[in-house]
Structures are given as C-alpha cells and as structure tokens.
Nanobody, 127 residues
Framework: QVQLVESGGGLVQAGGSLRLSCAASGRTFSTYIMGWFRQAPGKEREFVAVISRSGFSTYYADSVKGRFTISRDNAKNTVYLHMDSLKPEDTAVYYC????????????????????WGQGTQVTVSS
C-alpha cells in the first residue's frame, strides 16, 4: 500500500501563484507515474497533469497548459504542482495520484487508471 499526502493548498488572489506538494511513502516512488487531478464544487474530477517516472516527460490538460508545472524529486519521494497565473476557475480540491504500471502519458488522464490517491488539498482563488 502507498500513502500519499498533499500539502500547500490555501487561499490566493487571482493572478497569484501556489505550489502543491505530494509526499509518498515507500521505496518504489520512482517506478510510479504521478498525476494531479482536481474537483471543483458541483463538477466531476478532472485531469490536470501527469509526469513520467524519471520526470523527463510531462503532459497537461489544455486548461492549465502554460500556467501549471508538474515536477518530481524521486530522492524525496515527492511530486509538485506549481501553479502560476491562477484564476477563480482553478478553485478546487487538488489530488495527487500514483499509477504503478507505466503507460503513455497522454493515456494517463483518467482517474480510474490510477492505483493510489491522496486526501486532497483545497485551493481557493479569489477574484
């Protein structure tokens, strides 16, 4: 079993920045594809970003491309989501997730593809 713990959420004004962190347990973190998802009130969970095992490749949802950056530090068992130019529509609970078996990143955009999930961290962007 893998435990994921998100942190870094909070309240920020539109146009501001925020960095989320997700710390994972275990010694096999570097073998996982790591993704970020979010769920806004009244909406379904949606894909945000995903990063390859090595961190060399990334893939983003069109809604966040150019504004968000996903990265990872395998030595620290941590994946990050740096969010710039935040908009009120970015307000949501953000979840990190781990996929044990590798697959093309463009295919790793469905929540059901992932094996482990964190508890989520709230991000609120005020106008």
């Amino acid at each position: 079993q893998v435990q994921l713990v998100e942190s870094g959420g909070g309240l920020v004004q539109a146009g501001g920045s925020l960095r989320l962190s997700c710390a994972a347990s275990g010694r096999t973190f570097s073998t996982y594809i790591m993704g970020w998802f979010r769920q806004a009130p009244g909406k379904e969970r949606e894909f945000v970003a995903v990063i390859s095992r090595s961190g060399f490749s990334t893939y983003y949802a069109d809604s966040v491309k150019g504004r968000f950056t996903i990265s990872r530090d395998n030595a620290k068992n941590t994946v990050y989501l740096h969010m710039d130019s935040l908009k009120p529509e970015d307000t949501a609970v953000y979840y990190c997730a781990a996929k044990v078996r590798a697959l093309p990143l463009a295919s790793a955009t469905t929540g059901r593809d992932y094996d482990y999930w964190g508890q989520g961290t709230q991000v609120t962007v005020s106008s």
